[in-house]
């Protein structure tokens, strides 16, 4: 470092450096406030609730059934 030039090539370099770390930091703050948890409503259709093809009892029923004609 004999010259001037190089304090100030050195001092730019920390300054670029200090900004990157800086503008890094508020990124990572603005990106953690904005994928805080949100609440999700269900939409809400108008008419009758959908069909449902099977019911619970009837999955029952059917894994009595297989029970009962396995061989003993």
Do not use: F, N, W
């Not at 300054?15 to 949100?38: F, N, S, W």
Request: with cysteine; proline share 11%.
């Amino acid at each position: 470092m004999d010259d001037y030039r190089d304090l100030v090539t050195v001092s730019l370099a920390l300054l670029c450096a200090g900004v990157m770390l800086v503008a890094g930091q508020l990124y990572i703050e603005h990106r953690a406030t904005d994928a805080a948890p949100k609440t999700i409503e269900t939409p809400v259709q108008p008419g009758p609730p959908p069909m449902v093809s099977h019911t619970p009892r009837q999955k029952v029923s059917q894994s009595v059934d297989l029970a009962e004609k396995r061989p003993a």
